[in-house]
């Protein structure tokens, strides 16, 4: 049996939820149970405090996780990360009371409150950082206004929070993090563990590209080929009328417009989009 490791709330809960749905998963039963059998599917699915998710898939009581590259990181569990997920975008940053500080150099001797210990003294201690680290579970942008600490290490997605308490980030991201898929880092193959990564992977790819089916003037069919390669070529029909093909192809949803507005100019007709709800490449 599958055993999955998700988090029980946060900015990845949700997210992650809704991609195990779209990959066939959580079919049945209630969201807000701690635990959810998935028979359909042999597996089992556990709703866990999100910084913890690391440590139970590390510990080798869980096969796999969804949790957030920060946490994996600060937890030191032994556990690696197997594919990203593409949401839950956020970046760890320092950021210092406005107009106080210029670069990094102005830590030296600093009190940095923040919630993920590990990962910032080891960013501390690769540059030679002399600066005293304040943990918190939370809140960390008051750290300053409330007097515990002169900085913060916190984080960020748009930085709202942050400015609104008076701050201001400084230096370049710690870290770049989003939800990833985690396993344990000794782990052996599993085609449990294999067959869900494969799902997840089809849906994002679902959730990237729609296909597009137009008909096309032979003599301008390599033209427009070139314009919808498709994935790994596309697919093309003959129709009734002998000097006209049907193709078909998958494009980037995030460029479709503008592929439909040169088919058309070039002399496709009929041009079609279509989502797609679930694909294996």
């Not at 946060?10 to 039963?29: D, F, H, I, N, T």
Request: hydrophobic share 45%.
């Amino acid at each position: 049996m599958l055993r999955v490791a998700i988090p029980n709330k946060g900015q990845l809960a949700e997210p992650a939820k809704a991609m195990l749905r779209e990959a066939g998963y959580l079919q049945s039963g209630s969201l807000e149970k701690l635990v959810i059998h998935d028979p359909v599917n042999d597996a089992e699915f556990f709703f866990l405090r999100p910084k913890d998710v690391a440590t139970y898939v590390g510990a080798g009581t869980l096969d796999v996780g969804i949790t957030g590259r920060d946490m994996l990181l600060d937890s030191q569990a032994e556990a690696q990360e197997i594919l990203e997920l593409g949401f839950g975008g956020s970046t760890f940053r320092l950021a210092a009371p406005i107009g106080t500080a210029k670069s990094i150099d102005d830590l030296n001797g600093k009190r940095i409150a923040c919630s993920y210990p590990t990962l910032l003294r080891r960013y501390l201690d690769d540059r030679g950082i002399d600066a005293k680290i304040i943990k918190l579970d939370g809140a960390v942008e008051n750290a300053v206004a409330l007097g515990v600490a002169d900085w913060v290490a916190d984080v960020v997605a748009t930085g709202t929070t942050l400015r609104q308490a008076g701050l201001e980030v400084v230096g370049e991201p710690l870290l770049k993090s989003e939800a990833i898929v985690i396993r344990r880092s000794e782990a052996g193959v599993d085609p449990a563990v294999e067959t869900f990564v494969r799902r997840l992977q089809g849906v994002m790819v679902a959730r990237a590209y729609v296909l597009v089916d137009y008909d096309i003037k032979k003599d301008l069919l390599t033209q427009a080929c070139a314009m919808t390669p498709g994935i790994e070529s596309p697919t093309i029909s003959e129709l009734a009328d002998p000097s006209w093909s049907a193709v078909r192809a998958m494009v980037a949803k995030s460029e479709v417009h503008g592929v439909m507005d040169s088919l058309y100019d070039l002399g496709a007709r009929g041009i079609l989009v279509t989502d797609i709800h679930a694909c294996r490449l």
